[in-house]
Structure formats: structure tokens, C-alpha cells
């Protein structure tokens, strides 16, 4: 069969992308790609964001290539556009049966087949995309035999909806073939709006961790499965010879969550002599001063650190079991070892002051990271923050384009929405309008990189946001 995968159109304007500049691959609907082209169906993917696609060039683009299943991948902030996407492609194909996966539709299937789309596949998606695939193939569709596929949501011919039992987590990932790169925009991805030869890596899902504000742990499973060592570091070989990349992003929420691993990592990027660098994610009581000097001598260049917030009550509350003083102690030994480190902080949880805000932004500038990020606590659908914040009338935007970490869209105890606005802006003017950093860029030749997209296009954004969004409150 002919299955066109894609993220919806219309979704390159979304904040996120209009702010940051970010382009990075689709990866989810890259592996279930090559999953169905190994099963001998033939796979075409259209990654919207990046080729800025509107929804007449999308609708074109599904016309000119006939499929015979559509499937659109969503997350929150994108759920609109797919749900106006699947209206329009209805009206055009209505004998096409369309699917929606990602982790919006898995927690709101409900919604999603009640704005038109014909299943939702829930949660991890390859082997339960496949099935319904080959089901559709031999039976049609619709068909009885869509109850006995596992990870499904679906209406049956009353109109009541039917979620089939999750599927069991893929425990040996090295069974799954790459994702198929090859249908990618590999020469378009970007950092901070700037073209680079960069290639994206996962080399793990899931999480042990189920922080309150995080779907990861939520959609792949508490359980973190790894890769083989050899496997990823054979991607990486590969992407280095077949697209000419230098840098690779891992794209995993923890890269170093297991110490076998990345030491195995480690000895084989090392054995193999790659030209690369590369930036990964990472807890700061998952690594240490041996284990970074070794990560830098095969390429590591930049690490991502989750500090969060400067409380150890609010660590508690979220599910992050860090202490305070492992943060401080991994900043100073990363600091020392050399390595460009970011850490990101997070606003407005509802049981916050605007006290404690300011204190986690003079924690930040305490640990000095090379880069700050500063979100917005964002009640995402499935985390036990949405519940918590729903169970409390604490969401004061529903609208699911504002769910990007940038706009607040759900109140405090004891502040609103605009006083967390303010505290995002002022996070950003007084972390990176300091002597002292501006000069350390100055020196580094960074100054007019990542902080001048940061301070003038983010901090500025939010200084038209407040004016021209909470004027009725």
C-alpha cells in the first residue's frame, strides 16, 4: 500500500518555530516508515514545519501522490492544524482512511476521532501502524478485525468509540530497522535558524522518572530501553558517510540515564576514530567528572541539563529526585571540564510565588550555565499535571495552540497568568543582559548567536505578548 506520513501544514508559523527557528526531523514517523518499507509497503513522508507547507500546497502534494492510507503525527501545539487538516483531506479523499498518532491524540483519542480522523494509534507506534496497515490491506476499511489490534482508538459503525488495550513496549529496539533518513529534508534541519550539517540520533526510549509536567514517561513507559551501543554508533557511521553530517544531535530525554550504555557508546565512537561532535541530554547525578572527560574526548560538545527550579520542595513535588546540591556540584565539575552545558528552568508551577520564581532565576544565574532556557510550567494532556491543574480550575487557555512553553495558558495559587508572563520575559533580560556574561561572549565570539535570538526575539515577543493578550484582565 501507499502510506503518506506527515506533520500537519500551516504548523511553521506556530511560536515555536517562528521564535526558536528549530527544524529538527520528524524521527517517530522516520522509524515507522522504514518499518512499513521493510513489510514491502511503499512510504512517503512530508515534513510540513520544515518545508513551511501551507494547507493548499499539503492538500496538492496528497493529491499528486495518491495514497492509499494517511497518517498525521501531532503534539499539542500542532492539534488544531491537523484537526482543520483531516476536515479539508475528508472533503478531497473521504475514501482514504486517516490515522493520527503522537502524544496528543494517545491521551485525546476522544477528541481526535470526534474531529474526523478515522483511528488514533496510541502510543508507541511501528508494529500497531504496521498491523492496521496490513489489516486495512487484506480487509479494508472498515473492518472487524480492528478490535484484536492492540494500541488502537477507532469508532465502530454506531459511533462509539472503542480503545483496544495498549500494546506492550518494543523491549528489543535493535529489531527495529533505522528511521528511513532518506525520506527526511536531511540538507534543511537547523539550530536557532541556522543551517548546519546535523543529523538527529535516538538511541533510547522511555523514562524512570514520570515528572508531573513530562509525557515522556507517560507515552514510552517508565522502563528505559536502550539501543545497542554498536547499532547507534553504526547510525552514526552511516550518517556521517551518506550525508556528510559533523554534528549529531541525540534526541534522547537522558542519554547517559544508563552507565553500561554509555560507556559501551563511549568505546565505540572512540574504537571507530568518528569526526564528529555531538550534544546529548543528561541528569546531574547520572555523570561525573570521569565519564564527561571521556564523553568530550569522543565529541561531546554541549549537555542539557534539567535543574527545573531552585526549591528541593518543588523538586519533591514534581518527580524530579534531584538534590540541590548534586545540581551545583555537576555545574561546577562540567564548568571545569570544559563542556558547553545548558540548563533549563522552569516557571509557574500552580503552587509557586512570584518569589519563588525570582529565586529559581537567581539560581540560574548562580550556576551560570553557558546557555539558560526558561519555560513556562504547561499543563500538557496525559501528565498528572493536567489532572492536577483541571482538578483545581487552574487552565485559563484551552486553546492547544498556546501549549508551546512560551505562552502561559494556567494560572497559580497565588499568581495569574500575566504575572508569569512577566516572569519569563524578566527570566531571559536579567540571566543574559549581565556584564560579566556579555563580556565571556564577547571573548567567545557567541554574542550574536543563540542569546541574541534569546533576549531580542523571545524577550521582546513577550514584552508585545502581555500588551496585547491580557488587556481584559
Known amino acids: 500500500m501507499k502510506v503518506l506520513l506527515a506533520l500537519p501544514p500551516d504548523t511553521h508559523n506556530l511560536e515555536v518555530y517562528s521564535i526558536l527557528g528549530a527544524k529538527a526531523p520528524p524521527l517517530g514517523i522516520a522509524w515507522i516508515a522504514s518499518v512499513l518499507e521493510r513489510s514491502g509497503h511503499k ?41 482543520r487538516t483531516v476536515k479539508i483531506l475528508k472533503k478531497y479523499f473521504s475514501d482514504i482512511p486517516i490515522i493520527a498518532g503522537g502524544p496528543h491524540p494517545t491521551f485525546k483519542y476522544d477528541e481526535a476521532l470526534n474531529e474526523g480522523f478515522d483511528v488514533v494509534v496510541c502510543g508507541e507506534g511501528e508494529l500497531t501502524t504496521l498491523e492496521l496497515v496490513n489489516s486495512i490491506e487484506l480487509h479494508g476499511f472498515p473492518n472487524e478485525e480492528l478490535k484484536n ?91 556521517i558517510n551518506k550525508y556528510n553530517v559533523r554534528k549529531i544531535a541525540f534526541m534522547d530525554d537522558e542519554l547517559t540515564a544508563s552507565r553500561v550504555f554509555i560507556k559501551e557508546l563511549i568505546n565505540e565512537l572512540r574504537t571507530r576514530r568518528l569526526d564528529i561532535e555531538f550534544s546529548c541530554g543528561s541528569r546531574v547525578d547520572h555523570v561525573d567528572k570521569e565519564l564527561l572527560k571521556d564523553l568530550k574526548s569522543v565529541g561531546l560538545r ?19 529526585k534531584l538534590r540541590i546540591d548534586d545540581v551545583v556540584k555537576t555545574f561546577k565539575v562540567v564548568k571545569e571540564v570544559g563542556i558547553f552545558h545548558v540548563g533549563t528552568f522552569i516557571l509557574g508551577f500552580p503552587w509557586e510565588t512570584i518569589e519563588d520564581m525570582e529565586r529559581t532565576i537567581d539560581f540560574a544565574i548562580k550556576l551560570n550555565p553557558s546557555y539558560a532556557q526558561f519555560t513556562i510550567a504547561t499543563p500538557y494532556p496525559g501528565t498528572p499535571l493536567y489532572e492536577y491543574a483541571l482538578k483545581n480550575n487552574l487552565i485559563v487557555d484551552t486553546n492547544w495552540e498556546h501549549y508551546t512553553t512560551l505562552r502561559p495558558v494556567m494560572r497559580g495559587f497565588k499568581f495569574t497568568v500575566r504575572d508569569v508572563a512577566r516572569m519569563l520575559a524578566r527570566a531571559y533580560r536579567k540571566f543574559y543582559l549581565r556584564m560579566d556574561l556579555m563580556v565571556r561572549e564577547l571573548r567567545s565570539r557567541r554574542l550574536s548567536g543563540i542569546k541574541t535570538i534569546v533576549v531580542k526575539g523571545i524577550s521582546n515577543w513577550f514584552d508585545d505578548y502581555i500588551r496585547s493578550r491580557f488587556q481584559e484582565f
Not at 518545508?51 to 500542532?78: E, Y
Not at 533518513?181 to 533510547?204: N, P, T
Not at 531552585?310 to 518527580?319: F, V
Open 302 to 320: 554541549a549537555i542539557y541539563f534539567g535543574v527545573e527550579s531552585y526549591s528541593q520542595e518543588t523538586l519533591n513535588k514534581i518527580g524530579k
Open 149 to 239: 489490534i492492540k494500541g488502537i482508538a477507532f469508532k465502530d459503525s454506531d459511533g462509539r468509540i472503542i480503545k483496544t488495550p495498549l500494546r506492550e513496549p518494543i523491549l528489543d529496539l535493535s529489531k527495529l530497522p533505522w528511521p528511513a533518513h532518506h525520506l527526511l529534508c536531511m540538507d534543511a534541519y537547523a539550530i536557532f535558524g541556522e543551517k548546519v550539517r546535523i543529523a538527529h540520533v535516538i538511541a533510547s526510549r522511555g523514562c524512570p522518572y514520570g515528572c508531573i509536567f513530562c509525557s515522556t514517561s507517560y507515552f514510552w513507559g517508565r522502563r528505559v530501553r536502550f539501543r545497542p551501543a554498536k547499532d547507534v554508533a553504526d547510525e552514526i557511521e552511516f550518517l
Open 43 to 83: 512510504v512517503k513522508i512530508i515534513d510540513s514545519p520544515t518545508m513551511k507547507l501551507g494547507l493548499k500546497d499539503f492538500i496538492l502534494m496528497v493529491k499528486n501522490w495518491s495514497p492509499d492510507v494517511v497518517g498525521l503525527s501531532i503534539i499539542t501545539p500542532t492539534a488544531y492544524r491537523a484537526y
